[in-house]
């Protein structure tokens, strides 16, 4: 991996904390920081990576304090997984043009994922889930991409911004999104024909109603996941005030550290991002202390996914053979960690939840069923 210092600014936010301010439990006291000595890529589970530009949503934005925000709630909490080791590798330095930083973004992004790391990206405008992809791009590797977001940011518009990088991620030429999933938007401020025109791509949208009902039906989703993006407009108002363009509805804060847990647990995922936080408009650093407890929700779910068994372990599962509508299937439910997969009839295991298992038992198709069928044709 080539020497990605230069990129990242050279004051760390560790270096401006007094020494031994954290107590030893603490992460500020466990988190491996760029600027110290002996630092070492290769030891890190987690590296989390800063990026505080915002000319993608504001033209001639100044670069946001926003990460190092975050950074001052995320070091108070308690390490309680002490295996996972995780490593802070500062901000990304903010480029003459926007394009720079982009650029600094994209190049570290790709190479800590070649090293075979996740990263955490602390943002910065929702355009930047853009470098997110564009890191895999590189690699030519084709991904399944989630979103959480209040509004579908598909607006036409003269190059990539917070509110169009979806188009280009989704219909740019080469493409190497194979499925994407949009979680937690709201019908009224989503254009009908737009969605219509999404699902006929076997695209998967779920309204904030329905995933706040069955919250636990977004695991599997997250499972196969590649990529997360979290825009803070998902989360409503009065649990993130720093969303003075948000809504009075979305969801809450124990939901976002559910949604970012069930990420955390994916062993398929290697880039989270969470975007639209803005230091200057959050009362009382509410919005940053709920970010730093995702983070923690994520790093938590980081522990199951070490521990998971894999499909072939045949032990390590228990097998129930169900037929319903003249389909005759097998799910699979962890010992380990209660998860669920069902077969399809190509022989392939997928990702899929409780309710699936019971709706088959009830001689239903799940929906999940279906769609990847779908998908398969």
Known sequence: MQDLKHF??????????????????????NIQCATQEHFDWEDADIIIVGCGEWRGDTPGAAYSSGPDAIR?????????????????????????????TRAALRTVLHELRLAGKTVIVLGGSHDLTFQQYE????????????????????????????????MEML????????????IGFQSYYAHPRMLETLDKLRFDFFRLGRVREHIEDMEPVLRTSDLFSFDL??????????NINGSPNGFTGDEACVLTRYAGMSDKLSSFGIYSYDAANDVHRMTAKLISQMIWYFIDGYLIRKTEAQIHEHDEFITFHVSFTDNDTVFLKS??????????????????????????????????????QERLI
């Open 233 to 242: 407009s998902a989360i409503r108002y009065s649990d993130a005030p720093v």
């Open 8 to 29: 990242f600014a050279e004051t760390h936010f560790i270096e401006t904390r007094q020494p031994y301010e954290y107590q030893p439990l603490q992460w500020g006291a």
């Open 335 to 372: 010992k380990r960690t209660n998860r669920w997969w069902m077969k399809l009839p190509n022989q392939s295991y997928v990702p899929c939840s409780y309710n699936d298992y019971l709706a088959a038992s009830n001689d239903e198709i799940p929906e999940r069923w279906l769609r990847e």
């Open 72 to 100: 001052e709630e995320l070091y108070k909490l308690y390490s309680w997984h002490p295996s996972i080791k995780i490593a802070d590798a500062g901000n990304i330095l903010q480029g003459a043009s926007l394009d720079d």
């Open 135 to 166: 890191a895999f791009k590189k690699a030519d590797q084709m991904i399944v991409a989630s979103v959480a977001d209040m509004l579908v940011d598909l607006d036409e518009s003269e190059g990539v911004t917070a509110n169009s990088f979806l």
């Open 171 to 182: 219909t740019g030429k080469p493409n190497y999104i194979s499925h994407y999933n949009h």
